[in-house]
């Protein structure tokens, strides 16, 4: 039997999160049926639309929620295009039955590249220049950062966070790291603790995992540690930082300027308070917004469906132990 497949992304994610090669790929193993709509589905919405699909191949925006599972008897799958599953209520599908995964980080080339650029931005007031000329003024030189002289802060080491940091040496900067969950072994960079990252460093950019024990993590008494008149950056999570916190260290000049990827806003984007200042480099959650990236993540999908269909657990299950009603269907299809 072949499986039917929804692919829940609107017109604008289909264009920038999935794209028409990994489609016809997701087709070759599924018959698929795409959102008919331009509205993000979710809940009851999400299952009237998905109704008689075995799986669900959902992208970013699209959440996965309990009364998704309990009300599609028939799904065996939420399939994330996405390594952040922190919008589906995995206890909910477990407990349904329902198999959860997630794709990998295609994406770390292209979030350090756009890291590479504000770092770059902030260093030498690129973007406030050229807004004071788009408006008809006449912007003032001013003494910028040189990158090859100044010490970059990486919070959080994981792949993102380790091939910023060769970047960095690259460009002759020093490189200092805290991550209470990684062991740097390179000699060039320097492993410490948060606050001595903070105090050294003229630049700092935020790549810690986001759960329970790092929301705010930049706070008040984090911006209040840093170097006077060092940069900030976020490429990570929104919750990570206490936005008004933030705002105040701005205010005050005790950071310079800050750039960043996500914020507070829906869909992880920037809030529009933040990102409307003249001291603060602000894009719209694209840091994967690249085709190469892209692509990555929408045929790991397309992976774990041709897995599904030959009756094997796939490649970034989140919750297999829990997916009996994938282990019924294939027990029935035999």
């Known amino acids: 039997m072949k499986l039917r497949v929804f692919l829940s992304h609107t017109p604008e994610m289909f264009e920038g999160f999935y794209g028409p090669r990994a489609f016809a790929a997701l087709a070759e193993h599924a018959e698929v049926?795409?959102?008919?709509?331009a509205t993000v589905l979710s809940g009851g919405a999400l299952a009237e639309a998905a109704r008689g699909c075995h799986a669900i191949v959902a992208d970013r925006t699209t959440p996965g929620l309990a009364e998704t599972f309990s009300t599609m008897p028939e799904l065996l799958a939420f399939l994330r295009v996405a390594v952040d599953i922190s919008t589906i209520d995995v206890p909910a599908a477990s407990a349904a039955g329902v198999l959860v995964t997630r794709a990998t980080p295609g994406?770390?080339?292209a979030v350090v590249e756009l890291g590479l650029g504000f770092m770059v931005d902030l260093a030498r007031d690129v973007s406030a220049m050229v807004g004071t000329y788009r408006a008809g003024g006449l912007p003032q030189g001013c003494m910028g950062l040189q990158l090859s002289a100044a010490r970059l802060g990486i919070i959080g080491y994981g792949r993102i966070g380790q091939r910023l940091?060769?970047?960095?040496l690259a460009l002759g900067m020093q490189v200092a790291v805290f991550d209470p969950f990684a062991k740097v072994t390179d000699s060039r960079i320097t492993q410490a603790?948060?606050?001595?990252?903070?105090?050294?460093?003229?630049?700092?950019?935020c790549l810690a995992i986001s759960d329970a024990s790092t929301r705010h993590l930049f706070n008040a008494p984090a911006f209040a540690a840093m170097k006077p008149g060092a940069r900030f950056i976020n490429l990570s999570r929104g919750e990570l930082v206490d936005e008004a916190a933030l705002i105040a260290a701005l205010d005050s000049k005790h950071v310079s300027g800050a750039a960043m990827d996500v914020g507070s806003a829906p869909d992880q984007r920037p809030n529009p308070l933040l990102a409307s200042r003249a001291d603060v480099v602000a894009t719209p959650h694209i840091g994967g917004l690249t085709p190469e990236a892209m692509e990555h993540q929408a045929m790991d999908t397309v992976r774990q469906i041709a897995a599904l269909a030959r009756k094997?657990?796939?490649e970034g299950a989140v919750n297999a132990d829990a997916a009996f009603r994938l282990r019924e269907f294939w027990s029935a299809a035999r």
Do not use: C, Q
């Open 33 to 37: 049926i795409r959102n008919p709509g």
């Open 193 to 205: 603790g948060f606050a001595e990252v903070l105090a050294s460093s003229d630049i700092v950019v």
């Open 165 to 168: 940091a060769e970047v960095a």
């Open 107 to 109: 994406f770390v080339d």
């Open 312 to 314: 094997e657990m796939p």
